[in-house]
């Protein structure tokens, strides 16, 4: 980290001569080093250009839409851009993207975290490498594979535990299923889960072997299972790291596009079983109905990007920053 | 309380690769024992296997016997976190748990070990915190995390932490050499005062420290780097420091080398 | 008192009433028996569920016979334990199955025909065609993509490390994480507007564009990791010796940290190769070949993936070809993975972690 601060300015007493110094402080006199800089520096500015540009392009775009939707476009349950004046609203959406996330969270910080510590703690060692590297791996395996895999594999797999939940856990009225193809929001939330897991794990495990080794000896020094050491040193200070780890993950799923739309029926409505298909999110919603739209439908389906660009900005940025509140945090301590 | 400890035939390795090898001695119950010797001589390692903590290393693996009054560390069916429960430890870096505040610090072998009252809780860190000699510099700050003490209060709140559990022997791998020089003192004050108490052995560079602290002495060395390290001699400290047995003791002592 | 209590409360022996080493299996073992009896007898179709109720019956089991001989603190260890294996046990089941499932499948079609042959000719729900088209338009779009990305990003990252500080290293610091967290489909509605500003048709290099600045992020940040590994006294000595700060960069820092720098690029390129819905906002999908990426529609393997999947409705012929596909292009993925993976550690320095 501190190679940042200190690379032109090195310190007093490693000086060069000091004609080399000057021309060093001064940055950029000869025509080489002013062409360089000129370069980098530019590449770090078109950089903040293009992110400016996202914003406000998505946000012209957008406000041309939402000046002719003729229904609300926080609270409309439809999305008829064909109809004249247009009619759509993105509550639909909004719902269905945040309980497919949440669902998909529920189900694989925990599982993540278990594994993470599987594959600090617990594993055989032969075993952890080989492991490790494996489900590095399948975190670079494309969204668009999954989603194949998840239509054509895991729905049908699926009619059994839905049958199951329906049967037992009906009356809560979240579970209950009138028996449609297993092409809803918990299909979509378990595949985005198995889509997130190596993600969050490969950040978890990183943050549990950082732990530093005399927390855990500290730990077992007193006499400490390995459950014990696991609770008293090892978790405690993966926290900020698991969560960051689940924000990032949470990121990705919020913005999944391709194996939504490949293992969801969708329907423009807000379903209250979570069993039943029908419902959409954002991202799957863009992807579908983009074949078909107009020029004033499209900068609908842009509005609605922007609303998910600014969703996931805050959730990247959360995780940011708990991120950097843990550097000083360690820093603290060390 | 205090407990004998029984060293015979030593052997630790790490992998393939030999640490020590055959190592006896006797430890006598309240007494503070030093272990000195050059920079991978081994004594660490030995100080390690008298908790079964030279196991947690990866690869760490023992031969031989470590007797506790007649009970064999080793032996068949005998838990290490029982182990670790009887024999404390301290480490060279103070190691508090950062996230709990001084109580919890204390009261966290307690709490692994069974249901306490409140109120007893509260006696028992009290009595640990005085028995480190820290209780009069934290007792406004008991819900403080322990990392915002000093070092060397950090060091002795590891070391109440040790004792709170009521361990039979207190293991120290050189639990001054972060601390400076004043610290150091209080904590050599400290040891003093806990050995009447709990058997004492500490792991020291310092030959000075180990002559102001310990009864007995005892002097690690290796034959080349790579080989495995062994016990040279062990003797009262007195007698290692002044007239030792044997020439390499003498040679190390005097500074000849190491 | 207080010591009184403390032995009280605990053994004195070192020894204590402990579980055989194979008991774990043993309960596992009954745990899968049972549950096996317990699914055939109720008539559960779904192995999902017969291993759900295993695993349920392996927690307990454990836990209950723990307690009963070794006490609740052992029994919560052993717990914890189990929970985790079954964690991982759990997890591991869909992602073989992924990986499985692809191979299998993927093998059915895939020859040199498949990836020599467009689907020109030949409908969606016929066997027959490839991919041949779609390998094409991906190694265009990506590798113009990555001719944009890649320079841009490994400049930013000298600048940051090399050069920056004050408030214009630090905004580009914070967008990049940012940027690194931008949707791939946001990154095709921003080109998008900009196409519909311009009134354009799709084409290929408009999605090279949304994958550059989904690639841009990435290889900054890798780029800076491996140029903070060069130790100062590399660019010192250089400096010492009258050497212009540019030159040290190019002819010192860069070649130091090389390999680290290649193999970033090379997950990035691995991860961009694989987003499909920038490529099916802006490049639209094309079943004939066409070899120009700035001009027309072309296709793109997983686009390709995704349309045989979606289009055919349900014909064996387009599933066999999206599987082969996919195979493809996990191939194509994993081998860069892997090579970076061998770049890196062949090309480590030696001062790294």
């Known amino acids: 980290m501190d190679t940042t601060k200190t690379t032109d300015a090195p310190p007093p007493t490693s000086q060069p001569p000091a004609n080399v110094q000057k021309r060093v402080n001064r940055g950029a006199t000869r025509p080489g080093d002013r062409v360089f800089l000129g370069l980098s520096r530019g590449s770090g500015i078109l950089l903040l250009v293009i992110m400016a540009a996202i914003a406000v392009f998505l946000t012209y775009r957008a406000s041309l839409a939402i000046s002719k939707d003729h229904g609300n476009f926080l609270t409309t349950f439809e999305w008829n851009t064909n109809l004249v004046p247009p009619s759509f609203g993105i509550a639909v959406l909004a719902f269905g993207t945040v309980v497919s996330s949440v669902i998909a969270m529920v189900l694989a910080v925990p599982v993540a975290v278990a594994i993470a510590l599987f594959l600090t703690h617990y594993a055989p060692r032969r075993m952890s490498g080989p492991v490790a590297y494996v489900i590095d791996l399948l975190a670079a395996v494309p969204s668009i594979v999954y989603g194949l895999w998840g239509a054509l594999i895991l729905v049908p797999h699926l009619n059994g535990l839905f049958g199951w939940l329906d049967e037992y856990l009906g009356w809560t009225g979240i579970f209950s299923w ?53 609770r008293m040193s090892v978790l405690p200070f993966g926290r900020s790291g698991v969560i960051s780890a689940s924000m990032l993950g949470l990121g990705r799923a919020l913005g999944e596009t391709m194996a939504v739309a490949t293992v969801l029926s969708p329907t423009f409505d807000i379903q209250t079983s979570l069993l039943d298909p029908g419902g959409g999110t954002f991202a799957q919603n863009i992807a579908s109905k983009f074949g078909e739209a107009t020029q004033d439908g499209r900068d609908a389906l842009i509005a609605s990007g922007l609303v998910l660009f600014v969703i996931t900005l805050l959730v990247n940025g959360a995780a940011r920053a708990i991120i950097a509140r843990r550097k000083e945090y360690s820093g603290a301590n060390a | ?92 870096r103070p190691n508090p748990f950062p996230t709990m505040s001084i109580f919890d610090n204390v009261a966290a072998g307690l709490r692994l070990n069974g249901n306490y009252k409140k109120s007893e809780l509260n006696d028992i860190v009290e009595k640990s915190l005085k028995g480190a000699n820290l209780w009069n510099e934290v007792k406004d700050r008991l819900n403080k995390p322990g990392s915002g003490l000093s070092g060397g209060q950090q060091q002795r709140l590891c070391i109440a932490r040790a004792i709170a559990v009521e361990p039979k022997v207190l293991l120290m791998d050189e639990p001054c050499s972060a601390l400076d020089p004043i610290s150091t003192l209080a904590i050599e004050d400290l040891i003093g005062e806990l050995k009447e108490r709990f058997t004492i052995v500490i792991v020291t560079h310092n030959m000075q420290q180990a002559a102001r602290v310990s009864d007995r002495t005892a002097f690690f060395n290796l034959a080349a780097v790579g080989q495995p390290g062994r016990l040279i001699e062990i003797d009262d400290t007195e007698r290692i420091f002044s007239n030792p047995s044997v020439q390499a003791t003498e040679d190390y002592i005097s500074g000849r080398f190491g | 008192m207080s010591t009184a209590a403390v032995t009280d409360k605990r053994g004195s022996s070192l020894r204590s009433a402990s579980l055989p080493k194979w008991s774990p299996w043993a309960i596992a073992g009954g745990s899968i028996v049972v549950a096996i009896g317990i699914g055939a007898g109720a008539g559960l179709t779904s192995h999902i569920q017969w291993g759900l109720i295993a695993a349920l019956l392996f927690v307990l089991g454990t836990y209950v016979i723990a307690s009963a001989v070794e006490g609740r603190r052992q029994a919560k260890d052993r717990i914890a334990t189990s929970l985790v294996w079954v964690a991982f046990l759990l997890a591991v089941v869909p992602l073989v199955s992924l990986i499985w499932t692809t191979v299998k499948r993927g093998v059915k079609v895939l020859d040199p025909y498949f990836l020599t042959h467009s689907m020109g000719v030949v409908a969606d729900s016929e066997p027959g065609g490839g991919i041949y088209h779609a390998i094409i338009g991906s190694l265009e779009q990506v590798g113009l993509a990555t001719l944009i990305g890649a320079p841009v990003g490994v400049l930013t990252a000298i600048y940051l490390v090399e050069y920056g500080r004050g408030g214009l290293a630090r905004a580009v610091t914070f967008f990049v994480d940012v940027m690194t967290g931008i949707p791939s489909i946001v990154a095709g509605l921003f080109i998008l507007s900009l196409m519909l500003m311009a009134d354009m048709q799709p084409f290929g290099f408009a999605g090279s564009l949304a ?63 694989g987003e499909t819905a920038p490529v099916l906002l802006l490049v639209w999908g094309n079943s004939f070949i066409n070899n120009n990426p700035f001009s027309g529609a072309q296709q793109a393997l997983p686009l390709y993936i995704y349309q045989q999947y979606s289009q055919s409705s349900g014909s064996t012929a387009a599933y066999d070809r999206a599987w082969a596909a996919s195979l493809t292009l996990i191939a194509f993925v994993m081998i860069l993975n892997l090579a970076a993976r061998g770049i890196a550690r062949w090309k480590a320095p030696k001062t790294g972690r």
């Open chain 2, 1 to 92: 309380m205090a407990k004998r400890i029984d060293v015979s035939g030593l052997t630790a390795y790490y992998g393939t690769h030999k640490a020590i090898e055959d190592i006896s001695m006797t430890v006598e119950p309240r007494s503070v024992t030093a272990f000195i010797g050059p920079s991978g001589c081994g004594k660490s390692t030995f100080l390690r296997t008298l908790n079964r903590m030279h196991e947690v290393t990866p690869g760490g693996r023992v031969e031989g016997k470590v007797l506790l009054d007649d009970e064999d560390l080793y032996g068949t069916g005998v838990d290490p976190v029982s182990v670790r429960r009887e024999v404390g430890m301290v480490f060279q």
């Open chain 3, 211 to 273: 994958l550059a600045i989904l690639m841009m992020p990435v290889v900054v940040r890798s780029t800076e990791e491996m140029l903070k590994l060069v130790p100062n006294e590399l660019r010192e000595a250089s400096l010492a010796l009258g050497v212009p700060k540019w030159r040290t960069i190019l002819k010192v820092v860069l070649p130091t940290s090389i390999g680290g720098i290649t193999t970033g690029i090379m997950l990035a390129i691995a991860r961009i190769a």
């Open chain 1, 178 to 230: 009138q028996g449609g193809a297993p092409r809803s929001m918990l299909t979509v939330g378990i595949l985005l889960a198995i889509m997130i897991l190596p993600i969050i794990t490969n950040v978890s495990r990183e943050v549990f072997r950082q732990v530093p080794q005399m927390h855990e000896e500290a730990a077992l020094a007193l006499g400490a299972t390995r459950w014990e050491v696991v």
